[in-house]
Nanobody, 122 residues
């Protein structure tokens, strides 16, 4: 699976962005998808994930209620809708694919896309 994230940019605090992750290659529907982020000087951290069919999601506590992940298997695309953005959300965001259903650790993901930078100004 090849993954390509897009949609990052500069936004003011309180604003919104929607990231997209387009997949090609093997059957997209067979993978659960995760979003991770990495801020400068920090380790990559789990943001959220969605199951293969898109029926279940899970999020890091700091983004619950603000971020929403959705998956369109027909378009081979997963989305990360980010609302009420905060400066601490500034990071490079990565999408990843896993054959495991409940993966939250980076090591549990099999395929990674290049990141897209999100900068939130105060």
């Amino acid at each position: 699976v090849q993954l390509q994230a897009s949609g990052g940019g500069l936004v003011q605090a309180g604003g919104s962005l929607r990231l997209s992750c387009a997949a090609s290659g093997r059957t997209f529907a067979g993978y659960s998808m995760g979003w991770f982020r990495q801020a400068p000087g920090k380790e990559r951290e789990f943001v959220g994930r969605i199951t293969r069919g898109g029926s279940s999601t899970d999020y890091q506590d700091s983004v619950k209620g603000r971020f929403t992940i959705s998956k369109d298997n027909a378009k081979n695309t997963v989305y990360l809708q980010m609302n009420s953005l905060k400066p601490e959300d500034t990071a490079v965001y990565y999408c990843a694919a896993s054959v495991r259903a409940l993966a939250t650790r980076p090591g549990s993901y099999d395929y990674w896309g290049r990141g897209t930078l999100v900068t939130v100004s105060s």
